[in-house]
Structure formats: C-alpha cells, structure tokens
C-alpha cells in the first residue's frame, strides 16, 4: 500500500524557536514535495527533492531527503508567525509515476 | 508569470445536480492535474493528463469524468453531485515534473 505519513500533525511553537517535520513513505519513490497551504488556499510549492541525500533551502526552511529510509525532514529555524500555515508532504511513488500520494499535513502554528 | 486558472472560484449546487469545474493550466505545461480536498483532509488525486490524453487515474467517482481540450484547458464534469462531494478541487499543471506543480486557487464546491 502507497502510504505517506507525517509527524507531527499539529505543531505549536514560539517565535524564534527551531522544529523539524517529518515525512515517512512506505515504498520507493520517485520524488517527494513539500508545499504550504494556508487556510482555504492553494497548495503552494516549497521544495521538490529528486535524489538520496538532497537538501534544499529557502529562507528559514530546510527539507531534505533520505530515500533510504523514506523520510524527509522538513526544518524550521528560527520560526516566525508568518510561517503558520498547514506543511503537507507529496510523494511521487514509481508505480505511479506522475501522481501524487499527499501525506496528512501538518498544522502549524507559531506563537509571537 | 501566468499562473493556473481555475473557475468558478466558488460554487454552490443541489444534490443531484451537475457542475463543471474549468481549469486553463499555465502554457507550455504539458500535464494537468485535479485533486480533490475535503474540509480538514490531504489533497485527493482524482485524474491527470498530459498532452490532451488521460494518463492516470486516482479515486474519481464513476460520476465523475473530465476532458482536455485541443487549448490545454481541462474540465472537470460532475453529475449526481451528493452532499460528500463538497470540497476545494485544485487543479494543477507542470512541465517536465523535475520542477514540481504549480496549483490553482481552486474551485471550491458546496453542495446543499
């Protein structure tokens, strides 16, 4: 079964303080993405990994790849109130290439 | 830069009723995606195409069925709309998948 599975699924945390989000897939992917999405919004991408040991940055985000163990890791330095918003992981599984197998989001709240 | 457009951004219809959700993808993307999002849920993968054929297809009701036009843009038709139905459906658009989707604002659909 095509799974993708996030931790935490909600996340409070001050301002200023550092988190890492979790991302496990059940079986060998193709590519993963990260993508925010505030309430009632679109999906807005973040970071599209495509090889073991991929690490991409982007302002006080960080995700990286580990397609060894299935698991990405998204990580938040120094956070701040404007980063509060729902973080979902997408994995493109090579049996079905060119879809995307969302994980369950994770809802995040950072506190001035 | 131009973006994915989807219309209606909102609509509201009857049990039973049918709906036709449009999506103009951004030029020169070759594949077209729709998901659907229930309140509070991960993104659903409904059906893809690329290049005016249908090349995947996810968990899309019988009801359901959609099409890609000789322009790129692509419908999504619903007849028999039930209550469950009510959810954001985004449409989303890339080329050459290295470099991720973008997504739509969405349609979001009501059904009462």
């Known amino acids: 079964e095509l799974k993708v599975e996030q931790n935490p699924l909600f996340l409070s945390m001050q301002e200023g303080k550092n988190y890492t989000i979790y991302c496990n897939y059940s079986t060998t992917s193709d590519r993963l993405y990260w993508y925010r999405q505030d309430p009632g919004k679109s999906l807005e991408s973040l970071f599209v990994?495509?090889?073991?040991?991929a690490v991409k940055q982007e302002g006080r985000l960080m995700a990286s790849l580990d397609t060894k163990a299935r698991l990405s890791t998204l990580h938040i330095t120094a956070a701040v109130h404007d980063l509060s918003a729902t973080y979902f992981c997408?994995?493109?599984?090579?049996?079905?290439?060119?879809?995307?197998?969302f994980g369950d989001g994770t809802t995040l709240t950072v506190k001035p | 830069a131009a973006g994915v457009i989807q219309s209606p951004r909102h609509l509201i219809k009857e049990k039973r009723e049918t709906a036709t959700l449009k999506c103009y993808p951004i030029?020169?993307?070759?594949?077209v995606y729709w998901y659907q999002q229930g309140p509070g849920q991960d993104p659903q993968f409904l059906i893809s195409f690329y290049e005016k054929m249908q090349s995947d297809k996810g968990s899309i009701p019988d009801r359901f069925s959609a099409q890609q036009f000789s322009d790129y843009h692509s419908e999504l038709n619903m007849s028999s709309l039930e209550l469950g139905d009510s959810a954001l459906y985004f449409c989303?658009?890339?080329?050459?998948?290295?470099?991720?989707?973008?997504f739509g604002s969405g349609t979001r659909l009501t059904v009462v």
């Open positions: 997408a994995v493109e599984f090579n049996t079905n290439a060119g879809k995307s197998t």
């Open positions: 989303a658009s890339s080329r050459q998948r290295a470099w991720g989707y973008t």
């Open positions: 990994l495509l090889s073991n040991g």
């Open positions: 030029p020169r993307h070759d594949t």
